[in-house]
């Protein structure tokens, strides 16, 4: 079955600071990959997503991720923090086939100004 | 824009009511589902459906049931509610016969409080 770990259920950067969200899955095949966001009192919403080709993804708001099928990681990356990137992180999986995603149990990030 | 509205933001209902959570989208998505977020427990996955009258179980079924009538339309329903079941639903939809690779959309988020 699939599974994903995230590292760090709070995450506090500086404005301006690298913000390095992690996350790592387990699959028997490879598979597609999500950031999702969601902000307080929100839905969901997707900030990039892995599926076939280039490893790294850019994806909304400056952030990117790169798949590393060696490490079995799709951490998520952004050089500069702004405050309003202070809300929840979600990395999600799903195998190529008829299967829902599967998501972590979240990041929070804090950004301090 | 793909849009996914859940009918109650917010909700308290008594131990032991039926309740109703309802969820529409507006693109013709085949997949739907219903998710449950807690706090340091994520998105876990109550039912999903990939056609009309039919239904998966997810993760946490027990105590919950699904209706889909036409294709834009899932319901959840808490058949007795409890005071454990007292959480933020989210509804979602994706195109295609499966969600491999394809973005999977969110409704608003339902805050359910039962008392």
């Known amino acids: 079955a699939q599974s994903v770990t995230q590292l760090g259920s709070h995450v506090s950067v500086s404005e301006g600071a690298l913000v390095l969200l992690r996350c790592n899955y387990s699959s028997s095949v490879p598979p597609y990959l999500f950031w999702y966001v969601q902000y307080p009192n929100q839905g969901l919403q997707l900030l990039l997503k892995y599926t076939t080709g280039a490893t790294l993804v850019k994806g909304i708001n400056g952030f990117e991720a790169e798949f590393k099928k060696s490490e079995t990681s799709f951490h998520l990356t952004k050089p500069s923090a702004h405050m309003s990137d202070a809300a929840e992180y979600f990395c999600?999986?799903?195998?190529?086939?008829?299967?829902?995603?599967?998501f972590g149990k979240g990041t929070r990030l804090s950004v301090i100004a | 824009d793909v849009k996914v509205t859940q009918s109650s933001r917010y909700l308290v209902k008594r131990t032991g009511e039926k309740v109703f959570l309802e969820c529409v989208q507006d693109?013709?998505?085949?997949?739907m589902f219903w998710y449950r977020q807690d706090p340091g427990l994520g998105l876990r996955l109550i039912y999903f459906?990939?056609?009309?009258?039919?239904?998966e179980k997810g993760d946490i079924p027990e105590g919950y049931s699904v209706s889909r009538e036409k294709k834009e339309r899932f319901s959840l329903i808490l058949e007795s509610a409890s005071t454990n079941q007292t959480s933020m639903y989210l509804c979602?939809?994706?195109?295609?016969?499966?969600?491999?690779?394809?973005?999977?959309?969110f409704g608003e988020g339902s805050w359910l409080t039962v008392v």
């Open positions: 693109m013709d998505h085949e997949n």
């Open positions: 999600a999986v799903s195998d190529p086939g008829n299967t829902p995603l599967v």
């Open positions: 459906s990939y056609d009309v009258k039919m239904k």
């Open positions: 979602a939809s994706t195109p295609g016969g499966g969600p491999s690779g394809n973005t999977i959309y």
